[in-house]
């Protein structure tokens, strides 16, 4: 898919929803259903900060050393965290990069927690029910 930040607009008090555009097949549908199943038992399993209640997500994190005058430094890191969701029917991606944060430089402690707090402020703001309730009401279609 494109990239895109623009969900609707309105104008002349009519709401218009943009359309996402694919752009290509990176990855066949079975590889990213592997995938994502893997990265989504791999959050259950560790019980990490980035899981939302109530919604099945995938992700993974990320912690990369900084160079300081040609070597590696393990105390400055920069981390981040990208996860996506729900599993069974992605709706979002949301990337969380941490420039050198200071309480932790693990991606699993500073950048998770954000990307769980945006998505429970995202599954609100995209009209996302819980799981349990999607799947409810989609079975009774």
């Not at 900060?49 to 993974?60: Q, S, T």
């Not at 890191?77 to 969380?96: E, H, K, L």
Request: glycine content about 8%; charged content about 15%; overall charge negative.
């Amino acid at each position: 898919m494109a990239p895109h930040i623009l969900h609707s607009y309105i104008q002349n008090g009519q709401q218009y929803d943009t359309n996402p555009q694919v752009v290509g097949t990176p990855i066949s549908k079975e590889t990213s259903d592997i995938l994502t199943e893997m990265l989504a038992i791999s959050l259950e399993q560790e019980a990490s900060d980035a899981l939302v209640e109530g919604y099945r997500v995938a992700g993974k994190t990320g912690t990369a050393e900084i160079a300081v005058n040609g070597q590696y430094s393990s105390g400055r890191t920069n981390a981040s965290f990208v996860g996506w969701g729900p599993v069974d029917d992605p709706q979002f991606i949301v990337y969380i990069w941490l420039e050198q944060p200071k309480s932790s430089i693990w991606g699993s402690i500073v950048a998770a927690p954000v990307f769980r707090d945006v998505v429970k402020q995202l599954v609100v703001l995209m009209n996302i029910p819980p799981d349990d309730l999607r799947k409810s009401l989609a079975a009774g279609q």
